[in-house]
T-cell receptor
Framework: QKEVEQNSGPLSVPEGAIASLNCTYS??????FFWYRQYSGKSPELIMF????GDKEDGRFTAQLNKASQYVSLLIRDSQPSDSATYLC?????????????FGKGTMLLVSP | DVKVTQSSRYLVKRMGEKVFLECVQD?????MFWYRQDPGLGLRLIYF???????EKGDIPEGYSVSREKKERFSLILESASTNQTSMYLC????????????FGDGTRLSIL
């Protein structure tokens, strides 16, 4: 059974701090990794994707991938109250033969003013 | 931008009714997906389709069926609605076969009375 694990939180950080969200996955063959943001009552919104080991930066967001450790993280710099949401980690399932993703249950982030 | 449109934002139906949830995407994506999302259980894949008239069972297909007569449209059918099918239903689409990102519609919050 393919698994994607995230700490459910809530992770509480003050405004302006760096928020660090973590995710581990079980399928060593996974090649595509995604972070989605989901506000309460809304649908998931793609914010980052990463395919190669290392870091990928996009504005205040940095995704980090370590395939050897089967670990992917999302850093949010200069956190804002508007970043308060649940963050879902998703990983592709290559052995299924289809373009399916396995989602973690999400980490709730709370940014206090 | 990818646009995935779900026909209803909120829907209330009665037990035993046949319920249709419709989803349309405008990006010529091959793959379409139906999920349900419940508190504490995360996103669970019900059915997906990788081509017109093709369908594959996800993790929780029982009590559901799907139809994909046209590439842009993917319908989820609750054959005889039950109260345990009260949930948020999310449609998503993606292209390709190598784990490209999925893009979600706004979701349908379905209540079965």
């Amino acid at each position: 059974q393919k698994e994607v694990e995230q700490n459910s939180g809530p992770l509480s950080v003050p405004e302006g701090a760096i928020a660090s969200l973590n995710c581990t996955y079980s399928d060593r063959g996974s090649q595509s990794f995604f972070w989605y943001r989901q506000y309460s009552g809304k649908s998931p919104e793609l914010i980052m994707f990463i395919y190669s080991n290392g870091d990928k930066e996009d504005g205040r967001f940095t995704a980090q991938l370590n395939k050897a450790s089967q670990y992917v993280s999302l850093l949010i710099r200069d956190s804002q109250p508007s970043d308060s949401a649940t963050y879902l980690c998703a990983v592709n399932s290559p052995n299924s033969g289809y373009s399916t993703l396995t989602f973690g249950k999400g980490t709730m982030l709370l940014v206090s003013p | 931008d990818v646009k995935v449109t779900q026909s209803s934002r909120y829907l209330v139906k009665r037990m035993g009714e046949k319920v249709f949830l419709e989803c349309v995407q405008d990006m010529d994506h091959e793959n379409m997906f139906w999920y349900r999302q419940d508190p504490g259980l995360g996103l669970r894949l019900i059915y997906f389709s990788y081509d017109v008239k093709m369908k594959e069972k996800g993790d929780i297909p029982e009590g559901y069926s799907v139809s994909r007569e046209k590439k842009e449209r993917f319908s989820l059918i609750l054959e005889s609605a039950s109260t345990n099918q009260t949930s948020m239903y999310l449609c998503a689409s993606s292209y390709g076969t190598k784990g490209q990102p999925q893009h979600f519609g706004d979701g349908t919050r379905l209540s079965i009375l």
